[in-house]
């Protein structure tokens, strides 16, 4: 199978060398100082107890690599619309393309059924573009549990040596298509399974995020620093609550057990918290704003969210990180 990893940052660059390692015919679209390492070095993953290398044909171009069989979109939501406009040269008729990515995804209510079905959500996807571009009938869902970085161009670093993803049709249904995408994943390094209720699982991820990330990016503080504060671990269990009432709301079950899922010694700070630090674009519409609107449109009350989402667009606003 042919694959594309477009955005081969720690999250893709990741998935790249574990298909290429396996035998796939692996390509990404890469930027910059990244992009001149993967060419002349090729990807490197360091996990705990081994590190892989994988020589990928690399291109801030997708017209340079051309057609293939499956593409996985691993950008942050704020680059979904240059996806838009340079995917098309990567596309065949009738190539899927997975998203790996966090909080909702402009598809959601693709295939949802119901009154909603086939919402747009302009604040993830401005003027449809991904819609428009790619398709929703090409979409793949997708969440990961793995946790990287990129200490150096060309290099991922993955803390816990795995990168667990589950895969779903928007529409629920089991296709050769998704039966493909995870035989192929399960052969790497990574995993797959299949979920036929992918939403659920894309709430279950986002409760972590929308429960433990605002606090941990109003203080600049790592995850444990919030976790160990008593009041700041009840305001977390608060805003744990409020996200699965949003997720019920609209007919989805997603649960979090704060205890469980956090450390109150964990040394790591959300990606949102990173990118507030360098001054990157920031996934607060795809994580908080928009299921804050998913409340108001089905009547949810989430006063907790709502102030602490509110603070943190006032904290961005004041970097000049949003508009």
């Known amino acids: 199978m042919k694959i594309c990893v477009f955005g ?5 660059g990741n998935l790249a060398v574990r298909l290429a390692a396996s035998g796939a ?12 390492a993967i060419r002349a070095d090729g990807l490197t993953l360091e996990m705990p107890k081994e590190t892989l290398r994988a020589r990928v044909a690399a291109s801030g171009d997708p017209r ?39 909080g909702i995804p402009w598809w959601y209510f693709y295939k949802h059924g ?33 946790s ?3 200490p150096r161009p060309g290099v991922i670093r993955n803390t816990s040596g795995r990168a667990h993803l589950v895969i779903g049709e928007p529409s629920g ?18 995993t797959a399974t299949v979920s036929t209720r992918i939403r659920d699982e894309v709430w279950t991820k986002l409760l972590a995020n929308i429960s433990s990330n605002p606090l941990a990016f109003l203080a600049m503080a790592p995850l444990g620093a919030i976790i160990g504060d008593p009041a700041a671990n009840a305001a977390v269990k608060v805003m744990a609550k409020e996200g699965a009432a949003i997720a019920k709301s609209l007919g989805c079950e997603a649960s979090i057990d704060i205890d ?18 360098r001054g990157r674009p920031l996934e607060l519409d ?9 409340a108001k449109m089905t009547g949810v009350p989430t006063p907790m969210l709502d102030l602490m989402v509110a603070l943190m667009i006032i904290r961005a606003k004041e970097a000049g990180l949003y508009k």
């Open 173 to 190: 249904e089991m296709t050769p298509r998704i039966r493909q995408i995870a035989e192929t994943i399960n052969v790497s390094t990574a």
């Open 8 to 12: 081969a940052g720690a999250i893709g």
């Open 148 to 150: 990287n970085s990129v």
């Open 286 to 294: 795809a994580m908080f704003t928009v299921p804050l609107e998913f």
């Open 260 to 277: 469980q899922a956090f450390s109150p010694t964990s040394p790591h700070k959300p990606s949102i918290v990173q990118d507030l630090e």
């Open 114 to 146: 119901g009154p909603r079905d086939g919402r747009r959500l302009p604040r993830i996807d401005p003027d449809d573009a991904v819609w428009n571009a790619v398709g929703p009938q090409r979409a793949i869902g997708s969440i990961i549990n793995s």
């Open 64 to 102: 340079e690599l051309g057609p293939h069989d499956l593409v996985l979109v691993c950008v942050k939501a704020p680059a979904l619309p240059d996806v838009a406009a340079h995917i098309a040269p990567l596309l065949k008729a009738d190539t899927p393309v997975m998203f790996v990515m966090n």
């Open 25 to 36: 015919d692996v390509s990404v679209v890469a930027r910059g100082e990244h992009l001149a």
